[in-house]
């Protein structure tokens, strides 16, 4: 009971968005027994509060092909 709870409470603060972070959350909890969950671990394994922009995105894709291009 007491994963579903920090669940809820990351859920309601809005620091879960989008289905990988949700889906990362249902993995840690299906590893970790009631009283192991750690509230931090949880946030950075789901990247609770993580927030990236398609700007962000675009940047480091570029940076990557620029730099994979320099390989070559």
């Known amino acids: 009971m007491l994963n579903w709870i920090t669940v809820l409470s990351v859920l309601i ?3 879960m968005k989008t289905p990988a972070q ?3 959350a249902y993995s840690i ?3 970790a027994g009631p009283e192991d969950l750690k509230l931090y671990e949880l946030d950075k394994a789901c990247g609770a509060g993580v ?3 398609p700007e962000d995105i675009e940047i480091t ?3 990557i092909f620029e730099d994979n ?3 070559y």
Do not use: R
Request: glycine fraction near 6%.
């Open 13 to 15: 603060n809005l620091q």
């Open 22 to 24: 949700l889906d990362a």
């Open 29 to 31: 909890f299906g590893n």
């Open 51 to 53: 927030e990236v922009s």
């Open 61 to 63: 894709v570029e940076e």
């Open 69 to 71: 291009m320099k390989k």
